[in-house]
């Protein structure tokens, strides 16, 4: 982190919530201009590709009100303050399809939008799936509904636009590369 | 768009900026819960995967604020206004490669990150470049640098670390799935 060419001369809170707030900063360029960046911090997050023995994957189904849908993701969740990702992930696949795994590996990592986010996202596979292992929480069941689909039905559903979310399409298409041992 | 059985109580704007405004809205779930949202509004995005005859694609590297470092991305922009999605990626190419397409497809279309943001994005996969078609802006050049990888090299550099960006990844994995006649 950090490039030093890249002076913040300014730097003002907007808005502070519970999961995201807004800074806008003023960042004096290595050519001398001074630039307005609007930007929102937040805590980072995971998602997890869960394949069963079966070789399905785990969807999740929640309404997401900043698009007004009903969207279809792989488990994901925000990590809880210093939470270890790896820790994460094995909690929100606990707790969003009660199952636990053998095996995780990371796929990838990255900004899920760096133009005006610094939200870093970890993304995992994990194999061999003790299905059912937990009990799932009323509170969970409320707001989730819980799919299985096999991976070609899963890049069927993106080419239909039924799946829509850049993690899961992005993991996926990782999980893929990987399960074919191309990676 | 548009579930009605979750009913938007109160919308309220905490700030308005060029790229983004933040909302903070008052949500009455369908078993009667209220709970709030926060979460920013975005004019929706392009990326493009444009893999030259030598299968190089082309990679831009520029200095990213949010995350306080130089990342390497495919080429990609904001939506202007009302423009078609198409029409901004054969703008956005020309712009930060100085290229022009014979054939632009489409890879796949999802939300960056549905939990805060409505931000919307397109994904494409330029093939039949003609490079330096258009000559570059100094404007343009003085923030991004262009570098152009085989797609081999680009899933190293995933994997190494070294690019570090949710579209890129998953618009490269989707454009080697694609290429290799999976899809």
Redesign the interface.
Known sequence: ???D??RVVKSEV??E????S?F??E?E?P?GDIC???????KG?VGIVALTDENEVYLVKQ?????????L?IPAG?LDGKEDPLGCAIRELKEETGSVCREMVKL????????????F?HLYLATGLEVGAVELEDDEE??LEVLKVSLNEA?EM??A?K????????GL??A??LLKGK?
Chains 1, 2 share one sequence.
């Open positions: 982190m950090g490039d060419r890249y907007k808005f919530g519970e999961i995201i807004l806008v900063d960042v360029m050519w307005e960046r609007e930007y929102v911090r937040h997050a309404y997401r009100h900043p698009t007004g849908e009903m969207l993701e925000k990838a990592e990255f900004y899920t939008t760096p133009g005006y986010s610094d939200e996202f409320q707001e890049f993106i080419s636009g799946i829509r979310d850049g993690k899961t399409i992005a298409a990782l893929e590369k990676m």
